[in-house]
């Protein structure tokens, strides 16, 4: 065929180049044209499939003109046409032939293989599938072309192509350009957030290799289906439907998939899909495509029903908990044009017994009359037994010689559930009473575990927490710097505390970044294995050559070295750092630089001085160049003034550089002061420093007195700074700036009394929280180790006397000692009344921290204590008012009505940080989700969530100190009283910290 394509510019006198590209890259062929406006044409060959690219340019009177324009195409040689024979109706349980025809371009039939799936409409509501491959994915159209100059004319094209004809401007591409390598294109699918697609289009490539096989074994692929019949025969013989819903064989398969085959044979054309369909009354969809040896491709859809005449469906919950009242439900439908009268029975058995009596039923029989092409519904009102079990419950329908049945099973949950009951504390020297108040009404018989767990604050047990350094293969000075910041600060407590050299061989060793978490944890709810977390729990595994093994003193010193060396490769000759080797001087970058290496410094490591003396004296003007730039003043100016002068007041004072920046970092400071609107807390607290190094000590001493007075005290996780407006901005403390704020308060206060609660926050903080990083981590265990020098904790022993459940124990231990995390624990009947009250006797210098957990099931379970986590639950009713969607809420949860819109709100009170926290909550009985699929979610925390039958799980990465509620939406759709058990939150990282709600009854009416 030919194409034709209109191009030029009327005021071109010049002429002009014509060139037309195949792809990215290849010129097919290029012509001179006269000035003005003309058409071109040219043939397409068959090897342009795919579609081609025109580029037109001219020059004239010092103007350059273009214009581009893409011709599309289509594969369409490449086209099957496949064509499936289902009828629109047929019965539930019918075996079923349909017959695929599938024919090529020119319309001969074909020799190939088809993927099909036949599945239940319903599925749709979660996730519509779409088809596993498509003839744009396996053959796109890739033309391209691009504007040559910034300096154009108007130009105009208007393209024709003989066959299917596009008019208009076309977007102009990028100019082809030389590329090499092979193109890798994605399927758009495969980048959705479809949860269906990735599975169907694993299951279709899986038979991707039997249509690459010789050819002998591509045509014994197909002669099985050849032996016996072809394929019009295997048609034509296809059984009678069978009475599969008959009232003595009720139905019960009611599978989603009804059929499912990746490498469906195609012979000559034609297949036959043989399959009996479940018993579902129900609308399915047909999906599938057809695929050949020279990938030829066609797609192909369909859809039919299963219904009958007279039919009955039974409408129940998913479940029902012990001693819920609901009802159970069928529904009687006509469809024969004439009135019925239908006797309709209900029958339950269980272990292939009569269990209706276990429902309080007796006689179930009861009669309905159901107009022409209309449903009755029949009601019987249950109460669910006592014991948990799985009942099978069918209902039966009669009307003459009309008949239906279904069966489907109901499980009944336990009205209790595993609740954790856990009291927390931070140890103190003498005697320390854990009590758990909860348990109180709680016999001892339902107590199933019970755990007394303390957690010693050793030297080794701090030092454990640091994550090994994790390499990558980046060599620009950000990523150097990361790697020499924490191996200097690391090699240096190795120096400061020559003990812990042989002390870190007794730690476990890793075969990951980090250390793996206690998988047999008896308290654990659930298993490490049902949530997002499991390569967190194990570690962070990772390639031995990615990791750094900062428990190595000598690996540390050899590749702190080596990277020393790197280092110094990114600074320039003027004393300025680049992101590479020769680059661009940068400023940031060498306060970045300085401010790695005044860190080493403070904490007494060596660093490359020389280096830092000429990076000193290249920022020093360029800061004060930007603080006089800035009239007005600004955050992000302030910012940077307390950022460098905290910085470079960190360095020794007797350097030149330093000496001469004096007046300059009391300048910035000043300043700083001068613009306090714009000063945070944390900017306080270098303002503080810095005026203590320049020998300010009344200054320094006003700012430390402004950060001090923004904390809170708790007496489990000690000193922290209570949330704020700002807080994104500068603080959510994090070990890095709680760490910072530490230093500072022993360097101008070291005998403050916040010294000891602040420390026992960065511990508090260890025990529920994972250190992932290696700079952060090592900087905050230098501090404390620091901390445990000056309290003696570093050369006297601990002791610990424990008085629990009828024994007495003692435990003691030297300052560089390793120990796990010690737990005591007592199953089933060696659980008495005297363990639910623990004392412990400690002696040493460091704040620990204990437990006294029990795991206990009863019926009735009242609200967890308040602890440092909580969690509170209410129930909402959605209705509209003047347009606007409200909430009311449900104060004796006996105000909810079926289809009602009922928002659940959770709410996590928690007064410390914490990673890794599960929420689940089980759902009442005959209450469904309005979210039906699972998945993450980035509103208001970073969270996974599945929709589970009888739960809702919220698995958080991570809950901030403060207050945050999560909600979610039910519909009941069934009339009764149902039991809601407790929701709970648990740490999995620290089982033993976990909170719940009681357990509530909830009356649903019609």
């Given amino acids: 065929e030919t194409a034709r394509v209109l191009l030029g510019a009327g005021n071109l006198t010049g002429s002009k180049r014509v060139e037309v590209y195949r792809g990215e890259t290849f010129l097919t062929r290029k012509d001179l044209l006269p000035g003005g406006v003309s058409v071109y044409t040219f043939p397409v060959e068959q090897e342009e499939r795919g579609g081609l690219a025109l580029a037109w340019f001219g020059a004239s009177n010092y103007t350059f003109h273009q214009g581009q324009a893409t011709v599309k195409v289509p594969f369409n040689n490449k086209d099957l046409t496949a064509v499936i024979d289902v009828p629109n109706e047929v019965r539930p349980g019918q075996e079923t032939a349909w017959k695929l025809t599938v024919k090529d371009a020119s319309g001969r039939p074909v020799q190939g293989q088809a993927s099909l799936t036949v599945y239940d409409k319903s599925l749709d509501y979660y996730a519509k599938p779409e088809h596993a491959l498509s003839a744009q994915a396996l053959y796109p159209q890739n033309a391209q072309t691009a504007d040559r100059t910034v300096n154009q004319s108007n130009g105009y094209f208007s393209n024709y192509f003989t066959g299917k004809t596009e008019n208009g401007f076309a977007p102009a591409p990028r100019l082809p350009a030389s590329n090499l390598l092979m193109t890798v294109r994605p399927y758009p699918h495969m980048l959705g957030r479809s949860r269906a697609n990735g599975i169907m289009f694993k299951s279709a490539m899986a038979s991707a290799p039997q249509l690459a096989e010789s050819k002998a074994t591509y045509k014994e692929s197909f002669a099985e289906a050849a032996e016996d019949t072809s394929a019009d025969e295997a048609f034509e013989t296809a059984a009678a439907p069978n009475d599969a819903g008959s009232a003595d064989a009720p139905r019960t398969n009611f599978a989603a998939t009804a059929y499912f085959n990746p490498a469906l044979p195609i012979v000559n054309g034609q297949s036959v899909i043989k399959f009996t369909l479940p018993q579902s009354l129900t609308a399915w969809n047909i999906l599938g495509f057809a695929l050949t040896k020279n990938a030829d491709f066609g797609a192909f859809t369909a859809s039919t029903v299963t219904r009958k005449d007279f039919m009955v469906r039974l409408q129940m919950p998913r479940f029902y908990r012990e001693g819920d009242k609901g009802v159970l439900q069928a529904a009687v439908t006509n469809l024969t044009g004439k009135k019925l009268t239908a006797e309709v029975a209900l029958a339950i058995q269980k272990d292939q017994g009569n269990a209706l009596a276990d429902f309080g039923l007796t006689d179930t029989v009861k009669r309905v009359a159901v107009g022409a092409n209309a449903t009755e519904f029949v009601t019987w009102e249950i109460t669910a037994p006592n014991e948990p079990a799985l009942y099978g419950v069918t209902a039966t329908a009669r009307s003459g010689k009309a008949s239906d049945g279904e069966q489907k099973t109901l499980p009944v949950y336990p009205g209790r559930q595993r609740t954790l009951a856990t009291v927390n504390t931070a140890l103190k020297n003498g005697q320390n009473t854990l009590e758990l108040t909860e348990l109180n009404d709680v016999p001892a018989d339902d107590m199933q575990t019970a755990v007394l767990t303390i957690n010693p604050s050793l030297a080794l047990s701090v030092l454990n927490a640091m994550p090994n350094l994790l390499t990558n293969p980046y060599k620009d000075l950000v990523s150097t710097l990361n790697r020499y910041a924490p191996l200097a600060v690391v090699h240096q407590f190795y120096t400061t505390y020559p003990q812990l050299k042989q002390a870190v061989s007794k730690l476990p060793k890793r075969t990951g970044q980090t250390a793996a978490w206690n998988e047999t944890d008896p308290l654990r709810l659930t298993l490490l294995e049902q949530t997002p977390w499991l390569r967190q729990a194990q570690g962070r595994q990772s390639k031995t050559a990615d990791l750094v093994d900062l428990f190595n003193p000598e690996t540390v010193q050899k590749t702190l070295n080596k990277e020393l060396t790197q280092l110094k490769k990114f600074q320039n000759e003027s004393g300025a750092f680049a992101w590479f080797p020769g680059g661009q001087d940068d400023d940031y970058l060498t306060l970045y630089a300085l401010n790695a290496f005044a860190s080493a410094v403070s904490f007494g490591a060596e660093i490359p001085q020389a280096e830092a003396k000429q990076a000193i004296a290249y920022i020093v003007p360029r800061i004060e160049q930007k603080l006089k730039a800035d009239k007005t003043g600004s955050e992000a100016t302030v910012s940077l003034a307390l950022y460098a002068a905290y910085t470079l007041s960190a360095f020794p004072q007797n350097w030149a550089q330093i000496a001469q920046a004096k007046p300059y970092i009391k300048r910035w400071a000043d300043y700083a002061g001068e613009q306090a609107r714009f000063m945070t807390a944390l900017g306080q607290t270098y303002a503080a420093v810095v005026y203590h190094r320049l020998g300010d000590d009344i200054k320094a001493n006003q700012y430390l007195d402004l950060v001090l007075s923004r904390m809170k005290q708790d007496k489990l996780a000690g000193a922290y700074f209570a949330p704020e407006a700002q807080s994104w901005v500068w603080y ?33 903080n260890r025990q529920v929280n994972e250190w992932n990083n290696s700079k952060a981590a090592s900087q905050t265990v230098f ?67 204990a437990s006294l957990s029990v795991l206990y099931q009863t019926p009735n379970v009242k609200a967890s204590s308040k602890g440092v986590i909580n969690v509170t639950r209410e129930y909402f009713t959605r209705f509209t008012q003047d347009g606007v969607q409200k909430l009311r809420p449900v104060q004796d949860l006996d105000e909810i009505k079926v289809g009602d819109e009922v928002e659940v709100h959770l709410t996590l009170t928690t007064d410390s940080a914490f990673e890794y926290v599960l929420l689940d909550d089980p759902k009442p009985a005959g209450f469904e989700s309005e979210e039906l699929t699972s998945g993450w979610e980035w509103d208001k925390l970073p969270l996974y969530r599945e929709t589970r039958d009888a739960a809702t799980r919220f698995f958080i990465n991570w809950v901030p100190a403060g207050k945050v509620t999560l909600s979610y939406v039910l519909r009941p759709t069934v009339s009764g009283k149902f039991r809601a058990l407790p929701a709970q939150a648990q740490s999995m990282y620290a089982p033993e910290f976990g909170a719940h709600t009681g357990t509530e009854l909830l009356t649903v009416d019609k």
């Fill in 783 to 849: 501090t404390l180790l620091d901390v445990m020098k000056a309290k003696g904790a570093l050369s006297l022993p601990v002791t610990y006397q424990v008085n629990w459940a009828g024994e007495e124990k003692r435990f003691a231990f030297e300052p560089m000692d390793w120990t796990k995390d010690l737990q005591l624990v007592r199953t089933g009947r060696q659980i008495s009344e005297k363990a639910k009250t623990a004392a412990i006797t400690k002696q040493g210098a460091m704040t620990d921290f």
């Fill in 732 to 764: 959510r403390d994090t070990i890095t700036t709680q760490t910072a704020t530490l230093r500072a308060l022993t360097e101008i206060r070291p005998q403050a009394p916040q010294v000891d609660a602040m420390t026992q926050w960065l511990l508090f």
